[in-house]
């Protein structure tokens, strides 16, 4: 998975007032969980630009003043209610040989031929809760659908690998066509015939599929 670097300083005072001086001075508060103890920092606002405002996931490699560094992932952000500017994050540290989980978004390649045909493509878990160490663990889960036809779907126990573990139920649908009132029925042995006239949703010999799958 790729990292990005966050460049701050250690907080030696972390109560209200300290705290709200660094929001003041355009730096965001946070803590690093997971070791021996919990290390209180700072860093400029603009450090966390491409680490929270983005869809894709990123671990984190903290670099303080004096020299510490320590490998990372975002467990919890705190935005203002009214600005939506970052007030606090929580950080998690990670260790080669310790699996953590992490929320890994999902991406479709390809066209589904069901939805050429008219079929609803419904894709309702663009996030897997995946876990595994460090090293394994993936920028993003990727899911054919070139093959996909009305009324097929894509369950978690075929997105499952050795290097990590997807915590969800193996029959989630993840993915799948659903069939529109409007849907063309192709059958397959029918495909790439010339010269036949295609049964549609108006007026076709074969009538319009209704209902979803």
Same mark, same amino acid.
């Given at each position: *998975?790729?990292?990005?670097?966050? !460049?701050?300083?250690?907080?030696?005072?972390?109560?209200?007032?300290?705290?709200?001086?660094?929001?003041?001075?355009?730096?965001?508060?946070? /803590?690093?969980?997971?070791?021996?103890?919990?290390?209180?920092?700072?860093?400029?606002?603009?450090?966390?630009?491409?680490?929270?405002? &983005?869809?894709?996931?990123?671990?984190?490699?903290?670099?303080?003043?004096?020299?510490?560094?320590?490998?990372?992932?975002?467990? =919890?952000? @705190?935005?203002?209610?009214? &600005?939506?500017?970052?007030?606090?994050?929580?950080?998690? @540290?990670?260790?080669?040989?310790?699996?953590?989980?992490?929320?890994?978004?999902? !991406?479709?390649?390809?066209?589904?031929?069901?939805?050429?045909?008219?079929? /609803?493509?419904?894709?309702?878990?663009?996030?897997?809760?995946? !876990?595994?160490?460090?090293?394994?663990?993936?920028?993003?889960?990727? #899911?054919?659908?070139?093959?996909?036809? #009305?009324?097929? !779907?894509?369950?978690?126990?075929?997105? *499952?690998?050795?290097?990590?573990?997807?915590?969800?139920?193996? =029959? *989630?649908?993840?993915?799948?066509?659903? &069939?529109?009132?409007?849907?063309? /029925?192709?059958?397959?042995?029918?495909?790439?015939?010339?010269?036949?006239?295609?049964? &549609?949703?108006?007026?076709? =010999?074969?009538?319009?599929?209704?209902?979803?799958?």
């Amino acid at each position: *998975m790729k990292s990005i670097t966050i !460049k701050g300083s250690k907080r030696e005072i972390v109560g209200k007032v300290a705290t709200k001086a660094l929001r003041n001075a355009g730096k965001v508060p946070c /803590v690093l969980y997971g070791g021996e103890k919990p290390v209180h920092f700072s860093a400029d606002e603009l450090e966390f630009r491409h680490l929270v405002y &983005t869809p894709n996931v990123y671990t984190a490699s903290i670099e303080l003043e004096g020299g510490e560094k320590f490998n990372a992932i975002v467990q =919890d952000i @705190q935005f203002h209610p009214v &600005t939506d500017k970052i007030i606090h994050i929580d950080f998690y @540290q990670l260790f080669d040989d310790k699996a953590v989980s992490l929320n890994i978004p999902v !991406k479709l390649e390809g066209s589904a031929p069901g939805v050429i045909n008219g079929g /609803v493509l419904r894709f309702p878990n663009r996030r897997l809760r995946v !876990k595994a160490i460090p090293a394994n663990l993936p920028d993003f889960i990727n #899911i054919d659908i070139s093959k996909l036809k #009305i009324g097929d !779907k894509v369950f978690v126990e075929s997105l *499952m690998s050795e290097e990590f573990e997807i915590l969800h139920p193996e =029959d *989630m649908v993840v993915v799948q066509v659903r &069939t529109a009132r409007a849907a063309i /029925v192709v059958d397959e042995e029918e495909e790439g015939e010339e010269g036949e006239e295609g049964a &549609t949703a108006e007026g076709g =010999d074969a009538p319009a599929a209704e209902g979803e799958a």
